[in-house]
């Protein structure tokens, strides 16, 4: 139903299932506000939003009345303005005058509004009153005595967080906002209360005092580390990346990003790899990168090579690399996610996520397969916990370990003994399970990387595809989550030592591309010619299995394309200057086998169609399945996914991350 509502004495015609300052918002007209925001509940604590209704005879707070069919509201009248200059009067009571000192300055609400609405003098000559400052961990700095109590950190860790940690106490005059039990304000989305806070009382810690907002130059790309791929935006200064914030994407994270983004800036930095080497009687030496070309240039022509991909690889690369594997006759591993794939398929088959996020609802049940979701995809685990919230689905949990759900989840056993019964007909997830046409099917790296251990992924898909509606599977139901798409797992936790000896260990040279995999700990063949090519350094007792090292660039340092698990093709930029020997692995790759292999490869070969990588099918071995086969001595799956701070190389290195997992490993607080 639509409304005709009179704005400034304008006529505009509206949805009915607004309110004042959402219809204000639609045609630009700015109402101030501090505790409004779009994404939590409303709280009209602050008043700011004070606008004059005709037919009402006090200013009403706009973020709480809903429009009505023919009301005229103004927003700039005398009224509203001396209404407003009254309410920031009483939020500057107690409000301290230190912005010189404030790491909120230049980006305060506060300070703009006071711009405007404010006076040059106070008429209240009493103490300011002070609060003791909160340990909320290691990422957010509290000084309370800013809070002006507009309970946007309340609602976020309540409402998108789930979880109560904060709240309100106190009254009048000595109300304040605290943890209630001593637990430090500690998840994987706890950094965006730095964002909401409207003042400067929740800063980012690691941010503090290092610089002003004008003296940065913002860039806006992509993460890589977040397997949506979110929108960021990138401060730097002086060639280095000083903060990371959110960029809005209503089709992919919104207004929120996660802790692992945010922060591992200096992850980019430390224990990087600079130099090209070459070992020489088990002793690494630096080598020039004609000394290093020349070195493969002769290694190459007489041994057979193959590729082992890891992460971070952007489709320029892995695109011009699936033609040198096929020119070579040999074949790349794209070790990641399960190892069905070891053999030549491509590097998209892998990791696809099917539906479209907002077609999530569409769905009335959900289960969940080995997978740790609020660890594994933090932003996708906020999609699903709105719609369970509002009761549109219902979440089951099999075969999984228990962790903390922050919405109602119904979780099974952490074993294949429900899994079983369902298949037989004896379960109480059956009516849900084969049924509903309403049905979605996730899979996690837990649940995958065990069956890959028995040989029986393949077969437990036929087996699956089979029992279940066949519209259900071309209505692509079923979906594969890795927890980081261009994230490898801990290889020997899924790679068979039959396919280590029949795929690995017979090759001549074994090429490493961004993989830090640790089957290399395992005894190798000295005949074995090993070459790493990645941007940071490998651990101490992985490094001397090595014979080469190339050095090549981050995300952060290059301009090229990369998908996310939604198949949207998105450009990281070039924000930061690599070392002077640093080179892309597109460059590396190019050069060693077009110029020293002698292969023909044109530069216009290597465009592909964006279309289709999102054509994506199973294919599945037609083998009978069977179920007892799986059941191996009520067989656990284990999350491997337990610190998702040193998840790859980048967060790894990172200091700030570091931190964070050593608050965790203390008893005050649960967030796993």
């Known amino acids: 139903m639509l409304l005709n509502i009179f704005i400034n004495n304008k006529k505009y015609i509206l949805n009915k299932n607004l309110n004042i300052i959402q219809a204000c918002s639609l045609y630009d007209i700015n109402i101030p506000r501090f505790c409004y925001h779009e994404k939590l509940s409303i709280a009209g604590n602050c008043r700011m939003c004070l606008v004059e209704v005709v037919g009402v005879i006090k200013p009403v707070a706009s973020c709480a009345l809903p429009i009505s069919d023919n009301m005229k509201i103004f927003t700039n009248s005398k009224l509203v303005k001396k209404a407003r200059e009254g309410i920031l009067e009483f939020i500057l009571i107690n409000h301290p005058l230190d912005c010189p000192i404030c790491d909120q300055g230049g980006e305060c609400d506060l300070q703009d509004q006071s711009l405007i609405y404010g006076s040059d003098k106070g008429r209240f000559y009493e103490y300011k009153r002070s609060v003791l400052e909160k340990n909320w961990g290691p990422l957010i700095k509290t000084i309370m005595t800013r809070c002006i109590h507009c309970t946007r950190c309340v609602r976020f860790i309540e409402e998108i967080s789930g979880f109560k940690y904060l709240g309100l106490i106190g009254r009048g005059n000595l109300i304040e906002v605290t943890n209630f039990a001593n637990k430090i304000i500690l998840s994987e989305i706890s950094g965006n209360l730095i964002d909401l806070c409207p003042v400067g009382a929740l800063t980012s810690k690691p941010y503090s005092f290092i610089a002003r907002p004008w003296e940065l130059l913002s860039i806006n790309t992509i993460d890589l580390n977040d397997n949506m791929h979110v929108n960021i935006r990138v401060d730097v200064r002086d060639f ?47 080598k020039s990168w004609s000394n290093i070309f020349f070195n493969i240039k002769n290694i190459l022509l007489k041994k057979r090579i193959n590729f082992i991909i890891g992460n971070f690889i952007d489709i320029e690369t892995a695109v011009l690399l699936k033609k040198i594997t096929k020119k070579l006759g040999s074949f790349s591993l794209k070790v990641n996610l399960n190892n069905n794939l070891l053999i030549n398929n491509d590097f998209r088959k892998n990791y696809i996520f099917n539906i479209n996020l907002k077609d999530i609802e569409k769905f009335k049940n959900i289960f969940l397969f080995g997978l740790n979701l609020r660890l594994e995809s ?295």
């Not at 919104?254 to 070459?278: A, H, M, Q, V």
């Not at 069956?451 to 692509?476: A, D, G, H, R, T």
Request: aromatic share 22%; net charge positive.
């Open 240 to 286: 280095k990346v000083l903060r990371i914030l959110p960029v809005y994407n209503k089709n992919l994270n919104e207004n929120w990003i996660t802790d692992l983004t945010r922060f591992c800036y200096d992850g980019f930095k430390n224990n990087r790899l600079i130099s090209p080497f070459i070992k020489d009687n088990d002793k690494f030496y630096l």
């Open 378 to 672: 933090p932003l996708l685990n906020l999609k699903f916990k709105y719609f369970s919230d509002k009761n549109l689905i219902k979440i089951f949990n099999i075969c999984s370990s228990s962790f903390n759900f922050n919405y109602f989840i119904y979780s099974f056993l952490n074993n294949f003994i429900e899994l079983k019964k369902i298949f037989e007909g004896k379960s109480l997830l059956n009516n849900f399970f084969f049924s509903s046409f309403n049905t979605l099917f996730l899979f996690g790296e837990n649940f995958l990387n065990i069956l890959n251990n028995n040989f029986l992924f393949l077969n437990f898909f036929f087996y699956f595809k089979n029992k279940i509606n066949y519209s259900f599977f071309n209505n692509n139901v079923i979906n594969i989550l890795n927890y980081d798409l261009n994230l490898e797992n801990v290889i020997n936790n899924f790679i068979d030592k039959t396919y280590k000896k029949k795929y690995i260990f017979n090759k001549d040279i074994i090429y490493l591309i961004n993989s830090y995999s640790f089957f290399f700990n395992f005894n190798i063949n000295s005949n074995l010619f090993l070459i790493f090519q990645g941007h940071h350094n490998l651990q101490n007792k992985m490094i001397k299995n090595f014979d080469i090292l190339l050095p090549t660039v981050t995300f952060f340092e290059r301009n090229n394309s990369f998908i996310n698990f939604l198949g949207i093709v998105q450009k990281t930029k070039f924000i930061l200057f690599p070392n002077k020997n640093c080179r892309t692995d597109f460059k590396i790759l190019y050069i060693i086998f077009k110029f020293f292999k002698g292969l023909i490869i044109n530069l216009s070969d290597l465009s592909f169609n964006i279309l289709s990588l999102n054509n994506y099918n199973f294919n599945i071995f037609k083998k009978k399945f069977n179920i007892n086969k799986i059941i191996l001595n009520n067989l656990n799956i284990n999350l491997y996914i337990t610190n998702i701070y040193k998840m790859n190389q980048i967060l790894a290195s990172s200091l700030i991350l570091l931190n964070c997992y050593k608050q965790i490993m203390k008893k005050y607080t649960n967030f796993i």
